[in-house]
């Protein structure tokens, strides 16, 4: 059983950096690609980044992108996101997710990924 833990959120003020990680146990890391999503309240989840299983291929979103860095330590078993110029707009809870592709939906779609964790908590004060 796969098991997710992200760790790293805060509260922080506009203009300020945040590194998330999120751990992971209970499969075989380096053969899957990895995302971040987040969540706002009373919005849907949203994509964030994906990272591929050796760390070649990258996407981000528009919204982050030039802002957010997402990384992988395969040997750790932990996926990073470097959160810089943090806006008040960035508030949500931050999720690692492993992307599974199955389906049709693109890997910007959260249905695409079969592991999540529980999420971590950023909130950027204005």
């Known amino acids: 059983q796969a098991h997710l833990v992200e760790t790293g959120g805060g509260l922080v003020q506009t203009g300020a950096s945040l590194r998330l990680s999120c751990a992971v146990s209970g499969l075989t890391f380096d053969m899957y690609a990895m995302g971040w999503f987040r969540q706002a309240p009373g919005k849907e989840r949203e994509f964030v980044a994906r990272?591929?299983?050796?760390?070649?291929?990258?996407h981000y979103s528009d919204s982050v992108k030039d802002r957010f860095t997402v990384s992988r330590d395969n040997a750790a078993n932990t996926v990073y996101l470097q959160m810089n110029s943090l806006r008040p707009e960035d508030t949500a809870v931050y999720f690692c997710?492993?992307?599974?592709?199955?389906?049709?939906?693109?890997?910007?779609?959260?249905?695409?990924?079969?592991?999540w964790g529980q999420g971590t908590q950023v909130t950027v004060s204005s």
């Open positions: 997710a492993t992307y599974l592709g199955a389906g049709t939906g693109g890997y910007f779609t959260p249905s695409e990924y079969q592991y």
């Open positions: 990272i591929s299983s050796s760390g070649v291929q990258i």
